[in-house]
T-cell receptor, first 113, second 115 residues
């Protein structure tokens, strides 16, 4: 079945540092890939997505590229801010029809001033 | 936009009582809504998928008689936790699928505490 593996957190960075959160997946065909962000006490917000190989999703300075050859969708940001502190979830849906979201375990990011 | 609301945002109830949580899509019609449960510092666990006008599909291990789901309209789904117990305390999050896209839009969540 489909699955998503994320790096364990927490990831602790200083403000303006470079961020990478690794995400790899297992799925048949070409799934759609997502990054969601969850701020404390809130639901999930879609951060970015990519629906086919080599697509780059981007939003609010975050980027992730759909790499079919390495089955990865790593999240990156060049300069993090304290306000980026949250939990980040990598997720996918199956390639055919509409299938349920499969989430990774989440990675907590802590950014200090 | 694609806004999903939940009500209430938090609720405290006594053991043995039932609690209803509402999930609404505010600016779009959602043929499919999803209910998730999230334990502290853990990922989301899909509980069930509900399609408007039909019975919900529950994930393995989720008691359908305990977690009643009703999707009566294209903008509203409800989750009722019946005879709640302290182990049902959790963060419940709904999401809604917009049209035929693969995206889900999430509500802000409801924190349930059973005493």
């Amino acid at each position: 079945g489909n699955s998503v593996t994320q790096m364990e957190g927490p990831v602790t960075l200083s403000e303006e540092a470079f961020l990478t959160i690794n995400c790899t997946y297992t799925a048949t065909g070409y799934p759609s890939l997502f990054w969601y962000v969850q701020y404390p006490g809130e639901g999930l917000q879609l951060l970015l997505k990519a629906t086919k190989a080599d697509d780059k999703g981007s939003n609010k300075g975050f980027e992730a590229t759909y790499r079919k050859e390495t089955t990865s969708f790593h999240l990156e940001k060049g300069s993090v801010q304290v306000s980026d502190s949250a939990v980040y979830f990598c997720a996918l849906t199956g390639a055919t029809g509409f299938q349920k979201l499969v989430f990774g375990t989440g990675t907590r990011l802590l950014v200090s001033p | 936009g694609a806004v999903v609301s939940q009500h209430p945002s938090w609720v405290i109830c006594k053991s043995g009582t039932s609690v209803k949580i509402e999930c609404r899509s505010l600016d779009f019609q959602a043929t499919t809504m999803f209910w998730y449960r999230q334990f502290p510092k853990q990922s989301l666990m899909l509980m069930a998928t509900s399609n408007e006008g039909s019975k919900a599909t529950y994930e393995q291990g989720v008691e359908k008689d305990k977690f009643l789901i009703n999707h009566a309209s294209l903008t509203l789904s409800t989750l009722t936790v019946t005879s709640a117990h302290p182990e049902d305390s959790s963060f419940y999050i709904c999401s809604a699928r917009k049209g035929q896209t693969r995206e889900q839009y999430f509500g802000p969540g409801t924190r349930l505490t059973v005493t």
